[in-house]
């Protein structure tokens, strides 16, 4: 398969969902718009879709890239699955679990936080936080290795990868509060990533998964919405500029390694906890 006809084949389903985002979101805005504690702050705004935009742009630049690696470990594997329904589920699940491996270490060391801290940095809760995804996180790539060597055809992971991406966007809300039980056991929901966006002590570090909260009741790293949460990261941000929300952890990480005295100390600060 070449790259021309992997792009013939792949549904844009991101750019196909772009006008019923931006419906809900107007929705979302207007149901909240006389909520003091729940309304839009335009500043955020104004950051959320700046931060959006940019990360549109370098999805753009990056978008080559990452299908020649995809393709590439598709073809110097020596197996293949077939194009069948289960190859999709498996395809959905790999891609899922990825996420939530990712994102726990993202959570954890912080060189890998540097590439998320954007997406935790507004201090309110609603659909336009979804946009706040960092201009650096495609770093994180090689956390989809395991799905790009499985033998899966590489239209199927992207497919299922734009899939799991779009499901993000909706459990950014404080419009929807709890649904039924059994949904709330297997899927990720508003609550359980309220949760995660909470600073609470009690919400720290809890609720990763991204379609599956299966993967949180697995691993140990779940937790119920019991308390109010609040929302931002513990060092709160010095302000709403877009290039600064992208940049000020990698600033002070470079900052703090060139101040180590030793590769341990330096590592330490690569590696440690954010």
């Known amino acids: 398969m070449t790259p021309q006809q992997f792009e013939q084949d792949l549904q844009p389903l991101l750019l196909y969902a772009t006008p019923l985002i931006f419906i809900c979101i107007a929705v979302e805005y207007w149901l909240v718009r006389h909520d003091p504690h729940h309304r839009y702050d335009h500043d955020d705004l104004k ?13 753009g630049l990056f978008k080559a890239a ?21 190859s999709w589920i498996l395809a959905y ?18 060189i890998w936080w540097a590439t998320h801290v954007t997406h935790h940095s507004s201090e309110h ?23 790009w060597l499985s033998g899966i055809h590489p239209v199927i992971t992207f497919t299922c990868y734009q899939i799991d991406l779009l499901y993000q966007f909706w459990i950014h809300t404080e ?43 697995l691993f140990g790293t779940f937790q119920e919405e019991t308390e109010t949460p609040v929302y931002g990261i513990t060092k709160p941000v010095e302000s709403q500029n877009v290039i600064y929300l ?9 900052r703090e390694v060139r101040q180590a005295k030793s590769l341990r100390e330096a590592a330490a600060i690569l590696f440690g906890p954010p």
Request: net charge positive; aromatic share 18%; glycine share 6%.
């Open 125 to 147: 809760f609603n659909l336009a936080t979804s946009f706040r995804n960092s201009w650096t996180q495609h770093i994180k790539i090689i956390f989809f290795l395991p799905v």
């Open 93 to 110: 699940l790999g891609i899922d679990l990825c996420n939530y491996f990712a994102h726990f270490i993202a959570h954890k060391q912080r």
């Open 175 to 217: 419009v929807i509060h709890k649904l039924p039980r059994w949904f709330e056991y297997i899927f990720v929901t508003p609550s359980h990533h309220r949760v995660h966006h909470g600073k609470n002590t009690l919400y720290l570090d809890k609720n990763f998964g991204t379609t599956f909260i299966l993967w949180d009741r």
């Open 246 to 254: 992208n940049f000020h952890e990698w600033r002070d990480i470079v």
């Open 47 to 59: 950051a959320s879709v700046g931060i959006g935009l940019g990360s549109l742009l370098i999805n």
């Open 66 to 86: 990452i299908v020649g690696i995809s393709l590439f470990c598709y073809e110097i594997v020596p197996w293949r699955l077939p194009n069948t329904w289960w």
